[in-house]
């Protein structure tokens, strides 16, 4: 254990609270069978890209939202929320909802609204003016809000798995009453946040077109930063691409630390512990579900969430009690994804080049003197790890990234090591399938009258998904199909 793992009791214990330690949970973790997976869930926690992309979140991290951050919720009624509600990190997500009757624009048609949206119908306010719509409020978190962040695109009212952390474990699967039932669905998580959790958490945080949180209570978690009156628009074109744009600026990041997480503990059913039947094929893709999970799977899963939780003394969410496994990850990407690419690329044509390209990726590691590929391999793996980061037993991100970091620097290694182009080129073709990186999908800088469009809930097509392009607001009305693709929603 080293210096920021140690300084970690000993604030808990000022707090008069200890985390639990690993240890504590239902059985030790297996993150290494699916550490891509984990790896992945690292990556693209609170990003809007590669979660819209890897929209079957399976794990639960604790969320902290600083004191003082503002966040908005788009209504009919002027009156400040007193109870449960939905909040949003962009205005314009939430100016969607701040329509006369409190309900979505007409460019939102191809979902119901939701049942919380009802109530709002019978009491619009006065239709006295025709440019006035609904209120956008405006809020600031009172306290440090502890959240559970719920990850993927786990808002997205969908049957492809979208829903299945929250419908199959946190609500034991047991009511289950729809895709469109998110009013009884965020009920059953504050109920929970109240009973098992007894209190800890504040919230549900999730993702759909913009992050979002079901805040328990507003009265105890909020004060209000101001009320003012929405506009009526009928410009439903660029009403949208003011809203996609909104939400995909925030596709590398929720950003500026407006939620911090733990990736030290945190619970995933690509844990292999649980040993669920996680892995589906649905045309041509394969998609983590949950609902094959046993009663007694379940179970397991519930209790490690509530040990994760009940851990969770007063701050230990907080930035300094948590390594950034994010910033490594994002380190290992940033260095390795243009260049494994460009190895299976044609301009590498003969395995002379190829190992050329391999030898100066690993240069860095070699001791050209006293060649040793266990030492190299070590050397690379553990390049953005730093000595005083918490060990894979300290840490369960620390086991899926280390995992990863050594499986690229070790195929790197060997397939340098072919004596055949092919079977070199084959090498790194697994290594990219198996590592299945969002970043390989960016579309590149759009001129500023485009963004790059992907199916984010309940817009885009299945060829969005397949190959995201630039798109200007003409270009992006009417992409539909892909949320339809299986059944409807
Ligand atoms: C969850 O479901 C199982 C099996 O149906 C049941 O035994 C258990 O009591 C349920 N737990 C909760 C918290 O609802
Ligand atoms: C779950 O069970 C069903 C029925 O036995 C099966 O068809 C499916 O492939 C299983 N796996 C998943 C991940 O759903
Ligand atoms: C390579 O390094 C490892 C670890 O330091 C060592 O155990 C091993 O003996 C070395 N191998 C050779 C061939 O020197
Ligand atoms: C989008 O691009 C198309 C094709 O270039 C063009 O016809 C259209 O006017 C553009 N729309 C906007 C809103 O700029």
């Known amino acids: 254990m080293r210096s920021l793992v140690l300084a970690l009791p000993t604030l808990a214990a000022l707090v008069g609270a200890t985390p639990a330690p690993l240890g504590s949970l239902t059985s030790p973790s297996d993150l290494t069978t699916n550490a891509n997976h984990v790896f992945n869930a690292i990556h693209s926690a609170l990003r809007q890209w590669g979660s819209s992309l890897n929209h079957n979140g399976m794990s639960y991290f604790l969320a902290t939202v600083p004191k003082g951050t503002q966040l908005y919720h788009g209504t009919s009624k002027e009156e400040p929320i007193s109870g449960m509600e939905w909040l949003a990190y962009e205005p314009e997500h939430s100016l969607v909802f701040s329509g006369r009757h409190g309900g979505p624009p007409p ?262 003197a006293r060649r040793n590929s266990t030492t190299e391999s070590e050397r690379c793996a553990t390049q953005f790890i730093p000595e005083t980061a918490p060990t894979a037993s300290e840490s369960m991100a620390a086991a899926a990234v280390s995992h990863v970091a050594h499986t690229i620097c070790s195929t790197l290694l060997s397939a340098s090591e072919e004596t055949s182009y092919e079977a070199a080129v084959e090498k790194v073709k697994e290594l990219i399938e198996y590592l299945d990186w969002t970043t390989w999908k960016e579309c590149g800088a759009c001129d500023p009258d485009k963004l790059c469009m992907l199916p984010i809930w309940p817009f885009g097509s299945l060829e969005d998904f397949m190959h995201p392009t630039c798109m200007n607001a003409t270009q992006m009305t009417g992409r539909r199909g892909y949320w339809r693709l299986w059944g409807r929603s």
């Open 107 to 368: 460019f939102h048609d191809n979902f119901r609204l939701n049942d919380q949206q009802q109530p709002l119908f019978e009491s619009g306010p006065p239709e006295d003016d025709d440019d006035l719509a609904g209120y956008l409020h405006t809020y600031c978190a009172a306290h440090p809000l502890r959240l559970i962040y719920v990850d993927g695109e786990a808002a997205a009212k969908s049957d492809k798995g979208t829903l299945d952390t929250q419908d199959y474990i946190l609500l034991n699967g047991t009511e289950k009453k729809g895709v469109f039932w998110d009013f009884e669905r965020a009920k059953g998580m504050c109920e929970l946040a109240a009973t098992e959790w007894k209190g800890q958490i504040h919230g549900i945080l999730r993702m759909e077109g913009g992050f979002e949180i079901i805040l328990c209570s507003f009265k105890d978690s909020l004060e209000v930063v101001r009320i003012t009156r929405a506009k009526s628009d009928s410009r439903l074109e660029e009403q949208k691409f003011d809203y996609y744009r909104a939400i995909t600026a925030r596709y590398d990041g929720v950003g500026g630390d407006r939620t911090l997480l733990n990736y030290d503990q945190f619970v995933t059913g690509f844990d292999a512990k649980y040993g669920i039947d996680l892995f589906r094929e649905v045309e041509g893709r394969t998609l983590p579900r949950l609902m094959n999970a046993t009663a007694k799977q379940v179970g397991m899963m519930r209790e490690d969430i509530r040990r994760v939780v009940l851990g969770m003394g007063t701050d230990v969410s907080l930035p300094e009690h948590s390594f950034n496994w994010q910033g490594v990850a994002d380190m290992i990407v940033g260095r390795y994804a243009a260049r494994l690419k460009y190895l299976v690329s044609p301009s590498l044509s003969t395995l002379e080049a190829f190992q050329r390209e391999i030898d100066s990726t690993l240069q860095p590691f070699i001791d050209y």
